[in-house]
């Protein structure tokens, strides 16, 4: 079976979004400063509610506090993606996260600059887990 060429460009390019949101979920487990830095532009924002709260987080200040504590137990943490979606140069990743007591569901938009995929906007929500 012959498929237009495109598909394989886009094959790359969901490949290539999808690791940089492992990235993000890898740094958030292990505490990895540097593979949040490789996912995330570095003026990102990261944006969404605790309870009633709204917060609006600088990714410099997210990455520190993320980057601190004792590393966390894999086993523990359940990250999947569940849908990416590109347009250009410009991606929408929906995931899930199930964490220990918390679940997190979060659109993260990137856009491909000097040739890698980066994550510049996450907008987040969470719920408690019985």
């Keep these: 079976m012959l ?6 460009a886009q094959s790359a390019e969901l490949e290539a979004v999808g690791h940089t949101v492992q ?3 890898d740094g958030m487990i292990q505490r990895d400063r540097s593979k949040l830095e490789e996912a995330f532009f570095s ?12 917060f609006v987080t600088p990714f410099e200040e997210w990455a520190s506090g993320t980057a601190k504590g004792t590393l966390r137990d894999p086993l523990l943490y359940k990250n999947e993606i569940k849908a990416i ?3 250009g140069n410009m991606a929408l990743v929906e995931t899930e996260l199930y964490w220990p007591g918390i679940y997190y569901f979060d659109f ?4 491909k600059m000097d040739g890698k995929w980066k994550i510049v906007h996450k907008s987040w929500s969470e719920k408690a887990l019985d």
């Design 3 to 8: 498929l237009p060429s495109w598909s394989f």
């Design 108 to 111: 993260l938009t990137l856009l």
């Design 23 to 25: 990235l993000y979920f």
């Design 85 to 87: 979606r590109i347009v």
């Design 43 to 54: 003026e990102a924002r990261l944006i969404g509610y605790r309870g009633d709260q709204l």
